[in-house]
């Protein structure tokens, strides 16, 4: 149900998030007993950052909540294609993500890339960029594409969200601001798929205010902090905040604090909405790998 802070509607995630955590922790309990499989994930990491480290930390807690077992690499990015190999060779490894941002960001789709398909539980990476039609990573014979793609983990805990507080996007107009890889892209041709009017623009879009101020939904996940003002939304819009910056030693989104003022609208909190949400949909696509591999032995 929705969360009221005086007026304002809070898309609040962590109560989602709870139900969701309690689902998988029962998935995870019918394949180790059933299946005799351990669902484990590998975190590839080439950066040393707060942020990043704290998010690597939430992973790990997570996984041990509901026993998936997760792996930390913390190695220089030029290794990376070594572990990488020997991760996807390792049959143990049910999934694996490489943690962005990395050092050297002009090579992160090159790192990306080198993901196994059926391990790229982030589903960053081009299912026929490094591996040839008939085969996977590791040499098996299988199909080249079928299968090989998970829902990227952000725009699914969005849909999540917006399903779970019965927010229906059918004849809204939808504006998302960001077209990054693992949030605004993906996002878009989710909606597309489904028929939702949805356009994008990103930081640099000129007259952005524009824009938003005819949404009746906006997505935002720049990683700008601050670029969305409360003259810039619409009256009773539907806000979703999927933005993410370090800023002074702390996590910031893309709403400035001002936003929280406005008693009309719906929106996620400053923390706790999408976020939750995204973790829960990767260790989905954790499980959903580890039931796939089970079921093809």
Not at 71 to 85: G, S
Not at 184 to 201: C, F, H, M, N, T
């Amino acid at each position: 149900m929705l969360v009221y802070y005086g007026l304002m509607k809070l898309l609040d995630g962590k109560e989602l998030a709870g139900f969701i955590k309690e689902r998988q922790a029962k998935q995870v309990r019918e394949l180790r007993q059933s299946h005799v499989v351990e669902p484990k994930l590998a975190i590839v990491q080439c950066k040393d950052d707060p942020v990043i480290n704290t998010y690597v930390r939430l992973k790990k807690q997570y996984g041990t909540d509901i026993q998936v077992e997760v792996e930390v690499h913390n190695v220089a990015q030029d290794k990376v294609q070594d572990v990488l190999q020997k991760l996807n060779e390792d049959i143990s490894i049910h999934g694996i993500i490489v943690q962005l941002p990395l050092a050297d960001t002009d090579q992160t789709e090159e790192v990306v890339n080198l993901v196994a398909s059926e391990k790229d539980v982030d589903a960053l990476g081009n299912p026929l960029a490094a591996w040839l039609p008939g085969t996977t990573h590791s040499g098996r014979q299988g199909e080249a594409v079928r299968g090989s793609w998970f829902t990227p983990a952000t725009p699914m805990a969005i849909m999540w969200l917006l399903a779970g507080y019965n927010i229906d996007l059918r004849g809204k107009k939808v504006l998302l601001v960001g077209r990054g890889r693992l949030v605004g892209a993906p996002l878009e041709r989710i909606l597309k798929d489904s028929d939702i009017d949805v356009s994008s623009a990103d930081r640099e879009t000129k007259k952005l205010n524009v824009l938003t101020i005819n949404a009746d939904v906006i997505i935002t996940a720049t990683g700008s902090p601050a670029i969305l003002y409360p003259d810039m939304i619409k009256q009773g819009a539907v806000v979703v905040d999927a933005g993410v910056a370090g800023e002074d030693g702390k996590t910031v989104g893309d709403l400035h604090p001002s936003v929280y003022e406005r008693d009309d609208l719906t929106v996620t909190p400053a923390k706790g909405g999408v976020g939750p949400l995204t973790v829960c949909a990767l260790f989905d696509n954790v499980i959903r790998a580890a039931r796939q591999s089970a079921e093809s032995k």
